[in-house]
């Protein structure tokens, strides 16, 4: 499978692109600095360079992929709109890493709540700590699976 991953020089990209690498696949991965590029190249990466911000490259590059994994930066809202526009109804897997903390009982330390949340919990995203998107997803069911926010489990 031809992967596109953000963040492939960072740590969860990276550790996400180094497994996806190990077990066979052909991994693309986004990097901001012909340094960083190199880096994936010695990983057997193939870099591609840009950034975030720069909306045709993430739509080429999502166009040519199979899936796409996104962990370089969960508050980047420009970002995912423009990937999911360029997979809408291609069927493809988008997958966008979040934060635990998204869906916490905001205890804060004051009380033990009983709840666990397991692969199966639907969840909604804490009103203080959702960012002001509400995302699509490629796939059918995805979105009602992990709530309308979020999406992989690190
Ligand atoms: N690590 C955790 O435990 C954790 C937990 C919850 C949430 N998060 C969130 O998950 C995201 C990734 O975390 P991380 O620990 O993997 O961070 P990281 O090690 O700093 O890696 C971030 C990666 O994304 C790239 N990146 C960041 N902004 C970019 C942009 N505008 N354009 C292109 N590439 C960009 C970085 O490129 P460079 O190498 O060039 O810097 C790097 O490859 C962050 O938003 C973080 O807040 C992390």
């Known amino acids: 499978m031809r992967v596109f991953v953000t963040g492939a020089s960072g740590y969860i990209g990276g550790s996400i692109a180094q ?8 991994i693309v991965g986004l990097a901001r ?10 990983r057997g990466i193939t870099p591609i360079l840009g950034t975030l911000d720069e909306s045709r490259l993430l739509t080429d590059a999502t166009r040519r992929a199979d899936a ?9 809202a420009g970002a995912v709109q423009t990937l999911i526009a360029a997979m809408e109804k291609s069927g493809k897997l988008l997958i966008h890493t979040s ?3 998204i869906v ?8 033990a709540s009983p709840v666990v949340f397991t692969e199966d ?6 009103l203080s700590r959702r960012p002001p998107l509400t995302v699509a997803y490629a796939r059918p069911g995805l ?5 309308p926010w979020s999406s992989a489990r690190q």
């Open 99 to 101: 934060g635990s903390s």
């Open 143 to 147: 979105r009602r699976r992990f709530g």
């Open 68 to 76: 796409v994994i996104n962990p370089a930066d969960v508050d980047h």
């Open 104 to 111: 916490a009982d905001d205890a804060c330390g004051e009380y």
């Open 33 to 42: 600095s012909e340094k960083k590029a190199g880096l994936l190249k010695e």
């Open 19 to 26: 497994k996806l690498c190990d077990s066979g696949h052909q």
């Open 121 to 126: 919990t639907y969840f909604e995203p804490l």
